[in-house]
């Protein structure tokens, strides 16, 4: 079916329609004019609102890269696709935070395990100082009995 100069399936009949309507100078400097290609770049368009429907979550960072790339891809041919870029704004802002709240978790745990292991290694050095200690005053006293000790002479 042709919808405002785009061949697509019957399927897509309404979403394209619904673009249309909700954006109406979205194709008004579309440059190409294959029907071909014009079909193909409607496809793009689609598949990226369809992405763009998934949750900040379910993104990597690579693919958020690559929405990005596809955008600028569709803004070039002639979309005006302002609004699209707008999600994609804020689903970036919503993945940076959501990561960023993951690794400031992750960093506090490591944060955390470093400190019980120094505190175990402070246990380990109070161990070991105080068994320094105690050898040091077995050593003191022995000297001060050995001092103690009356001389024998060799007669």
Same mark, same amino acid.
């Given at each position: ?12 009949v ?24 014009? &079909?193909?770049?409607?496809?793009? %368009?689609?598949? !990226?609102? $369809? +992405? #763009? =429907? ?7 960072? *690579? ?11 569709? &803004?070039?041919?002639?979309?005006? %696709?302002?609004? !699209?870029? $707008? +999600? #994609? =704004? ?7 935070? *959501? ?14 395990n ?16 105080a ?25």
């Amino acid at each position: 079916m042709d919808v405002k100069g785009f061949q697509v399936l019957y399927s897509q009949v309404v979403q394209v329609s619904w673009i249309f309507v909700n954006h109406p100078d979205i194709a008004l400097n579309f440059k190409p004019k294959s029907h071909l290609v014009k &079909t193909t770049y409607m496809n793009l %368009l689609l598949k !990226l609102i $369809e +992405k #763009l =429907d998934k949750l900040p979550q379910s993104f990597s960072e *690579t693919e958020l890269r690559n929405t990005r790339t596809e955008l600028v891809d569709l &803004t070039e041919t002639g979309f005006k %696709l302002d609004w !699209l870029k $707008e +999600k #994609l =704004d804020e689903i970036s802002l919503e993945w940076k935070k *959501t990561s960023e709240a993951s690794r400031i978790q992750e960093l506090e745990q490591h944060n955390k395990n470093l400190k019980a292991e120094l505190n175990k290694e402070k246990i380990k050095s109070a161990t070991s100082a105080a068994k320094v200690l105690w050898l040091e005053q077995t050593v003191s006293n022995l000297k001060t009995k050995q001092n103690k000790k009356p001389k024998l002479s060799p007669n």
